[in-house]
Structures are given as structure tokens and as C-alpha cells.
């Protein structure tokens, strides 16, 4: 089993991420949360890793953090969730926003996901509610306690598709107290 590599990075076309460790390139599939912390290629990586052995593939995983790793791989557990439907979890949701959905049962965030239906953000409820440890405090979601206007534009650049990562990102961007409509426009222009 490869548990963790260090080495040099050498490319990013998302999911994938090539690092070069003594002379061979290994093919990862990352995360978005984790592609959005890598450095630019060149520069030395560590990412722990889960090796996935199927008939007719052998895939690589990698992840930014142990937590993130095992949080995947609590996932892949689930009936009906294989590798591809936990990244795209993992690259929507930050391992704590995933545990605070868990702890609230809250199916309409998990159905923010694409690919994630009705169905199945029940089913990763009911398989995951003692799995999963409880959100950090410093870890749950920045929108709890934050004006409904920020709560707001969070839930349009959800429903436009963006990850939750970038959705967050763009959201920093914004100046205090602006309202939602604005915010929204500003958001989508920093996103472009």
C-alpha cells in the first residue's frame, strides 16, 4: 500500500496531479479542496495517499491531510459511494462542513453536490452518523453566525454549481455589509 508521497510537482490538470519522485511521475487524483492547496508546479508535495486495486485499474489518491484521507476512506464504505462520488464529496465539502452536515442531517447541503440525489445524501446520513467524528469547533461552517446576505450568496454560487471551496473564496473577496444581489455580481466577477 502507498500511504503517503513526497516529491516534485510537476503538472495539475484537475483531478489529476503528476509528482515526480526520483525520476517516476505519479499519476494522482486529488480533491479539488486539495488542488486548491498545492503550490504551483516545481515545488516539493506531500500528499497522503489511498491506492484503490481493481480489475482493471490501479488509482491513486491523494489528499492534503491524514483527515481528509481517512474521511475518503470512510466514504468509499458506504453502499452505493465508489471512489469518484467520494472526491466529488470531498472537493465540495471540507471534512468538517461534512461533518456538520452529518451532525445536523441536513440532505439538502449533501444534494448541493453533483451527483449526490435524494437518495443517496440519505443514505451517507443514516451510514455516516456515528462514523464520522464531530466538527471542530474553529471547523464548522462559516456561513452559522454570518449575515444572511454572506449565507445568501454562499447558497447562489451553490446552486450555479461552484464548489463550496471556491464559493468561499470568492465570498473573503467581498467588502463588509454588502447586500446580496451585489455580492453576488462581485462574487461571479472574481470567480471569472
Same mark, same amino acid.
Given at each position: 500500500?502507498?500511504?503517503?508521497?513526497?516529491?516534485?510537482?510537476?503538472?495539475?490538470?484537475?483531478?489529476?496531479?503528476?509528482?515526480?519522485?526520483?525520476?517516476?511521475?505519479?499519476?494522482?487524483?486529488?480533491?479539488?479542496?486539495?488542488?486548491?492547496?498545492?503550490?504551483?508546479?516545481?515545488?516539493?508535495?506531500? @500528499?497522503?495517499?489511498? !491506492?484503490?486495486?481493481?480489475?482493471?485499474?490501479? &488509482?491513486?489518491? +491523494?489528499? *492534503? =491531510?491524514? %483527515?481528509?484521507?481517512?474521511?475518503?476512506?470512510?466514504?468509499?464504505?458506504?453502499?452505493?459511494?465508489?471512489?469518484?462520488?467520494?472526491?466529488?464529496?470531498?472537493?465540495?465539502?471540507?471534512?468538517?462542513?461534512?461533518?456538520?452536515?452529518?451532525?445536523?442531517?441536513?440532505?439538502?447541503?449533501?444534494?448541493?453536490?453533483?451527483?449526490?440525489?435524494?437518495?443517496?445524501?440519505?443514505? @451517507?446520513?443514516?451510514? !455516516?452518523?456515528?462514523?464520522?467524528?464531530?466538527? &471542530?469547533?474553529? +471547523?464548522? *461552517? =462559516?456561513? %452559522?453566525?454570518?449575515?444572511?446576505?454572506?449565507?445568501?450568496?454562499?447558497?447562489?454560487?451553490?446552486?450555479?454549481?461552484?464548489?463550496?471551496?471556491?464559493?468561499?473564496?470568492?465570498?473573503?473577496?467581498?467588502?463588509?455589509?454588502v447586500d446580496?444581489t451585489e455580492?453576488?455580481?462581485?462574487?461571479?466577477?472574481?470567480?471569472?
Open positions: 500500500m502507498i500511504g503517503r508521497i513526497t516529491g516534485i510537482l510537476l503538472e495539475k490538470t484537475p483531478p489529476l496531479v503528476c509528482v515526480d519522485v526520483s525520476g517516476v511521475g505519479y499519476e494522482i487524483d486529488v480533491p479539488m479542496s486539495t488542488l486548491y492547496q498545492l503550490p504551483e508546479a516545481g515545488a516539493k508535495v506531500t @500528499l497522503y495517499t489511498h !491506492l484503490a486495486v481493481r480489475e482493471d485499474a490501479h &488509482t491513486l489518491y +491523494g489528499f *492534503s =491531510t491524514a %483527515s481528509e484521507r481517512a474521511t475518503f476512506r470512510t466514504l468509499i464504505k458506504v453502499t452505493g459511494i465508489g471512489a469518484r462520488t467520494a472526491l466529488a464529496i470531498l472537493s465540495g465539502l471540507s471534512v468538517d462542513e461534512l461533518a456538520t452536515a452529518i451532525a445536523d442531517q441536513d440532505t439538502a447541503r449533501l444534494m448541493r453536490i453533483p451527483g449526490i440525489g435524494k437518495k443517496t445524501a440519505e443514505r @451517507l446520513l443514516l451510514e !455516516l452518523r456515528d462514523k464520522l467524528g464531530q466538527p &471542530t469547533a474553529g +471547523g464548522t *461552517s =462559516t456561513t %452559522s453566525g454570518a449575515p444572511s446576505s454572506q449565507s445568501d450568496i454562499l447558497d447562489a454560487l451553490l446552486a450555479l454549481g461552484y464548489s463550496s471551496a471556491e464559493a468561499q473564496k470568492a465570498l473573503k473577496t467581498l467588502p463588509q455589509g446580496t455580492g453576488i455580481r462581485l462574487a461571479l466577477k472574481s470567480l471569472a
